[in-house]
């Protein structure tokens, strides 16, 4: 039997209490670590969340917890999950289980004592490898483990199947395509997920939300949102979507730049540069409301960028609409600009923003006042004529400067 190499979090403090605490209620093969972390482990990716399957039943588990002095949250009660807390780290725990009745979102589900019909019910093959605390690893479908090693994503038994008994399997089929796939992708998966993609209409927008934000922050999800617009399923998540290309160009650019993932920037590259097709997709996606504004402003008209344009004119759009914008539009603009683009050019606009500090504006109300100008909207307009002309001057302001400004715009006040 293969054994997993030393895993610095099987043997962490935290993990070995909560298994000791299953295996003194139910014996040595009670419980096994299932799923992303022995996936992770056995491709040498990181792991964040540990997952725990055991034959023990949901009111055992929060015994046998709570016998050790660890935490015990009754967190998904009816499917069979609690989650331990230990050392502040948490643990989710289900009860290996069956399928009793589905719908395409929800399934009532039936305990059991069978590692195999628990793998049964699970989505892809390389999720249904369980490893017990020694590091030994199990695969009940047979080619969990090959599939993890060649990058095969294929779903347990009939892909159909398992799309209708959860139909955000599809999402999820085409997010672990873009973080694990390589190779040709499973005909037979591609084909259930664009025979069964109306079922996506009855999820939640939440649920979807999170599947493709996390299928975006791949290190490259080209290929993926490919498929998925090939197969249909991409109108059907987000049907404001119309520009691959430019996401296939802005992934180049992050590669170039070693920019990082950004998964928000990618979604805005799908998308037309429209502010309301932004506002629409993050309500699609229940995205947060600083997520959609940052959409919103990325996909805003003016002030135009172009690679070839000045440090001055850069200063003046950075001080219109901000760095984090104009950085966004930089790279989304340069994404648009077709395999002949300066590079040069939108590098240079990118290290100018990075070192941007919006400068405090020249003066203040209680200045213009002193000046003469009456309190109330007079005062606004004096600000404002000030401050183009400060803008006008690259942001430069002396003391002679400020008070020519301001008697100009005084003068033309009182005009």
């Known amino acids: 039997m293969e054994t997993l190499p030393n895993q610095p979090w099987m043997s962490d403090p935290a993990t070995a209490a909560v298994m000791a605490a299953l295996e003194r209620a139910g014996g040595a093969d009670c419980a096994r670590f299932v799923g992303g972390c022995v996936r992770n482990a056995v491709l040498g990716a990181p792991v964040r969340d540990i997952d725990i399957a055991t034959r023990l039943t949901p009111p055992a588990v929060t015994a046998a917890l709570e016998a050790a002095r660890l935490k015990a949250l009754p967190t998904g009660l009816a499917h069979g999950t609690v989650t331990a807390v230990a050392r502040g780290r948490s643990f989710e725990i289900t009860t290996l289980r069956r399928d009793v009745e589905t719908d395409g979102r929800r399934a009532v589900v039936a305990f059991t004592t069978d590692w195999a019909e628990d793998a049964a019910r699970r989505d892809f093959r390389l999720n249904a490898l369980y490893a017990d605390r020694a590091g030994r690893l199990h695969d009940p479908t047979g080619a969990g483990l090959a599939d993890a090693r060649a990058g095969r994503v294929v779903f347990v038994g009939d892909a159909a199947r398992r799309i209708r008994e959860d139909a955000l399997r599809i999402a999820r089929y085409f997010r672990f395509l873009a973080w ?236």
């Open 180 to 415: 694990y796939g390589r190779g040709d992708p499973d005909p037979a998966a591609l084909a259930a997920c664009e025979a069964e993609r109306d079922r996506l209409s009855g999820l939640s927008a939440e649920r979807i939300g999170h599947e493709l934000m996390t299928l975006l922050a791949a290190e490259d999800p080209r290929r993926a949102v490919r498929l998925m617009a090939r197969t249909g399923v991409l109108a059907r998540l987000v049907p404001e979507a119309i520009d691959l290309d430019r996401l296939e160009a802005l992934a180049a650019v992050e590669a170039e730049m070693s920019a990082g993932v950004d998964p928000l920037i990618r979604l805005a590259a799908l998308l037309p540069d429209d502010p309301a097709a932004a506002v629409a997709a993050a309500a699609r996606l229940r995205l947060s409301n600083p997520a959609r504004d940052r959409l919103a402003a990325a996909l805003g008209s003016g002030p135009r960028l172009s690679a070839d344009m000045g440090s001055r004119e850069a200063r003046r759009a950075l001080w219109a609409i901000g760095a984090g914008t104009f950085r966004d539009r930089v790279m989304l603009t340069w994404a648009g600009s077709g395999p002949e683009a300066n590079a040069a050019g939108w590098r240079a606009l990118l290290e100018t923003a990075a070192g941007w500090r919006r400068p405090a504006p020249p003066i203040g109300g209680e200045r213009v006042i002193a000046a003469g100008v009456p309190p109330g909207p007079a005062v606004g307009a004096v600000l404002r004529a000030v401050e183009a002309a400060w803008i006008d001057d690259d942001f430069v302001a002396d003391e002679a400067r400020l008070a020519r400004w301001l008697d100009a715009a005084t003068r033309r006040l009182a005009g």
